[in-house]
Nanobody, 115 residues
Framework: QVQLVESGGGLVQAGGSLRLSCAASIRGFIIDAAGWYRQAPGKQRELVAHITRGGYTNYADSMKGRFTISRDNAKNTVNLQMNSLKPEDTAVYYC?????????WGQGTQVTVDS
């Protein structure tokens, strides 16, 4: 069974940057539309950004101008560049994607922004 594998989380100082990446675990399983979500302790999971197979994007209002979602179809990856990070961005970030017609979630990667 294919899995979504996330990487790039970690600890960063406020104002810093991180880049998250999401890839399908099995070659040949193509990531279609995909998104990044996040869940902070005690809060509901929320959409961060979404990208279609063709590259159309949309963002949650609080991330506009700071976060950029992109994809590399040749490498079959979806990425999230996060700049000007704030302590309130601290959360577990999840990749969600349609792969060969089936919806999958990644296991999540922790992002901690220290003030």
């Amino acid at each position: 069974q294919v899995q979504l594998v996330e990487s790039g989380g970690g600890l960063v100082q406020a104002g810093g940057s991180l880049r998250l990446s999401c890839a399908a675990s099995i070659r040949g399983f193509i990531i279609d539309a995909a998104g990044w979500y996040r869940q902070a302790p005690g809060k509901q999971r929320e959409l961060v950004a979404h990208i279609t197979r063709g590259g159309y994007t949309n963002y949650a209002d609080s991330m506009k101008g700071r976060f950029t979602i992109s994809r590399d179809n040749a490498k079959n990856t979806v990425n999230l560049q996060m700049n000007s990070l704030k302590p309130e961005d601290t959360a577990v970030y999840y990749c969600n994607a349609h792969v060969n017609g089936v919806n999958y979630w990644g296991q999540g990667t922790q992002v901690t922004v220290d003030s």
